[in-house]
């Protein structure tokens, strides 16, 4: 690659550096904007359930309550009218922000004595006992889960493709640290309105401040892919198809049978509650899983809140159905290799975080998507520089960087404003409205990526900069219109989730504002300021 | 979990990282005086190790370390912007930084010695 800073350098360490720059640059590249699509999702998806609630205006205010015995008999008493026969009922307890409302699940149950579908899953209102009905929506989840499964590929690809993903960025996280010289010494250095130079000092600037959120999201990422990744290790113990057993073996909670066909009642859920109430204290209980309720061989797998502890894991109690008896303690790691697992697990999915450690980890992904923008936009603005000075026409390769820049960089963010449009404007009864949320975002990302390879380049930033801010500044007045619960009446009602979900993209609204007056100012002529740092930190980054 | 230890945390590393940067060269030169580099340098590590600490205390090896890198993100963030656009405003943030710091630091320490004092 082409390397005009490293003349400074003594041969054998430039020859090292140059290779790990060489490394990082075309790492970075490849897989760039999937990496920024990954960060983008990835972010949003920290607010995930405040997201979820912001998608669903219909429902009430969050009905957090942690006493285990009020909510299960409500729940339990509509799974016996609405589930009769079922082989597993699920009762999920409102016990924080991750599951803001009760919910039940049901599945195998019989329509023929009663059942109001085979399997179901639903909220329910603990003051009045109904469904809490809310409109179709994929929420915040959705999106979340886009950062990984790709939305629409199949999961054999996309494991893969986000391995790949997640290794290349840990390889351009390690050769960055190698090929910035001062990291230390440069640490507060930022030099705006000079070209290159700036968009070198931006990127460094984010990567460091945020460098052990980094590790840690990218590493924790490459355990969460481990078992695609190298499957021969699952492989070797279980058998070429032996993945089913090897999860049933370390996820799933031991001791469940078969159902016996015999009849017998269902133990009372109370004395179980109170058994775990011994074990955890009172209060911990986040779902009861009943299996073959109503049968000799039921189970009752009572599970753990783990949610103020770092590691991902929780324990888990399994009883005897009928006659009530502990059969497992199932502690939170069941080895150590998997406590240091969900203690990583844990830290990616930063489920632990009390809000304004969760606004942290929000900012740092944010910085983190900000580092992959700034790398992508220093690869095309220094080619178009040398392009610029050997005053030819600029190669295709770089063009083509220069219009997927644009249309993910800015393009993606608006497209993912389109989302939140899309659930406001479809129509409530639409079928199929959750699909189309996601299709808009899609269709919308597509369009922009179009837009940016017809348009010149200066023009196509400012313009979807300009679009995005307007989208994302909008969405308040989109939500005034189209429910009851604006900014103004929930920051009365001190409705935390709606005001912070609205004044959030009135923030990103501005904050593109910004970036299309940057792009729409006249640009510096970066080729003259550059050769006056030669050998500086990154410039040999090519 | 209450939100004070982590509110200390960033205001310490706001102050640690606007002595730090006020130590370098160049903000050394403009906004102070060289003679005051060495101890912004070394107040600067010391505001860092207490936020350490006083993240590993309260938090633990985990939830704790995740929470100081946290805040020595927003820190960092916010220092280095006021450097480039308004490096005036460094010594003001110096200043705010170790009074709040200080103060909910002082809070964390009473609650720790008698825990039932009312707040």
């Known amino acids: 690659m082409t390397t005009q800073n490293a003349s400074a350098e ?198 460091v401040i945020t460098l052990p959120f980094q590790f840690m999201i990218t590493y924790s990422g490459l355990i969460f892919m481990g078992f695609s990744f190298i499957p021969l290790i699952v492989a070797g113990q279980y058998g070429a198809d032996g993945r089913g057993d090897f999860y049933n073996e370390v996820f799933s909670p031991p001791g469940l049978v078969e159902e016996a066909g015999e009849p017998a009642p269902l133990i009372p859920l109370a004395p179980l509650i109170d058994e775990a109430g011994r074990h955890w204290g009172e209060g911990r209980i986040r779902s009861i899983d009943i299996r073959h309720p109503g049968d000799s061989n039921a189970r009752v797998v009572i599970s753990e809140d783990a949610a103020d502890s770092v590691a991902a894991g929780a324990g888990r109690l399994v009883f005897d159905g009928v006659s009530g008896a502990l059969l497992h303690s199932a502690p939170s790691a069941s080895s150590p290799a998997m406590g240091v697992r969900d203690v990583f697990i844990g830290l990616h999915e930063g489920l632990f975080a009390p809000p304004l450690m969760r606004w942290l980890y929000f900012l740092s992904g944010l910085l983190g998507a900000g580092m992959v923008a700034t790398g992508l936009v220093i690869w095309a603005v220094k080619r178009r520089q040398q392009a610029d000075r050997k005053n030819g026409r600029a190669p295709r390769g770089l063009l083509l960087v220069e219009k997927l820049n644009v249309g993910t960089v800015a393009g993606l963010p608006v497209a993912i404003a389109a989302y939140f449009w899309a659930n406001r404007l479809l129509p409530v009864a639409m079928p199929t409205r959750a699909a189309w949320e996601a299709h808009a975002m899609f269709l919308t990302w597509l369009a922009l990526l179009v837009h940016a390879a017809l348009r010149p380049r200066t023009r196509a930033w400012r313009e979807q900069f300009a679009l995005a801010a307007l989208a994302y500044a909008a969405i308040p007045l989109l939500n005034a219109l189209t429910t009851e619960r604006h900014l103004g009446q929930s920051l009365a009602a001190g409705d935390w989730v709606f005001a912070g979900f609205d004044l959030t993209v009135l923030a990103l609204g501005i904050l593109f504002g910004w970036a299309a007056w940057l792009a729409g100012r006249k640009q510096p002529a970066a080729g003259r300021t550059a050769p006056a740092y030669p050998g500086t930190a990154l410039g040999d980054a090519s | 979990m209450t939100a004070v230890p982590l509110l200390a945390q960033c205001l310490l590393s706001l102050a640690a990282f606007s002595c730090l940067c006020l130590a370098t060269p ?11 580099r060495a101890p912004l340098y070394w107040g600067g590590w010391l505001l860092l190790g207490t936020a350490a600490i006083t993240a590993v205390t309260t938090g633990g090896w985990g939830p704790g370390l995740a929470a100081l890198f946290g805040a020595l993100t927003l820190a960092a963030f916010i220092v280095i912007g006021l450097a480039t656009y308004r490096p005036g405003g460094l010594v003001h943030l110096l200043v705010a930084g170790m009074i709040g710091g200080a103060w909910l630091l002082g809070k964390l320490l009473l609650s720790a010695a008698a825990p039932d004092f009312p707040y």
């Open chain 1, 10 to 207: 003594t041969p054998v360490k430039a020859g090292f550096r140059q290779t790990m720059a060489w490394l990082h640059t075309w790492a970075g590249l490849t897989l760039g904007w999937l990496l920024f699509f990954i960060f983008a999702t990835g972010t949003a998806g920290y607010f995930d359930t405040e997201i979820d609630r912001w998608m669903q205006p219909e429902l009430p205010p969050a009905q957090i309550e942690r006493d285990a015995h009020k909510t299960s008999a409500v729940l339990l008493e509509q799974l016996r009218a609405n589930a009769p026969g079922a082989d597993q009922w699920l009762l999920a307890l409102p016990i924080d922000r991750r599951q803001p409302y009760a919910r039940i699940f049901w599945r195998g149950a019989d329509t023929g004595a009663g059942a109001s579908a085979e399997r179901d899953n639903r909220l329910v209102d603990l003051h009045s006992g109904k469904t809490l009905e809310g409109r179709d929506t994929g929420g915040g989840l959705q999106l979340y889960r886009m950062h990984w499964l790709l939305h629409y590929m199949s999961r054999s690809y996309s494991d893969w493709i986000i391995s790949f993903a997640t290794l290349f960025m840990f390889v351009g996280l390690v050769t960055g640290v190698i090929i910035h010289k001062k990291i230390f010494k440069d640490f507060f250095t930022f030099r705006p309105k000079k070209g290159q130079r700036s968009w070198l000092d931006a990127h460094n600037v984010l990567s």
């Open chain 2, 26 to 36: 160049r903000n050394a030169r403009q906004l102070s005086h060289p003679r005051w």
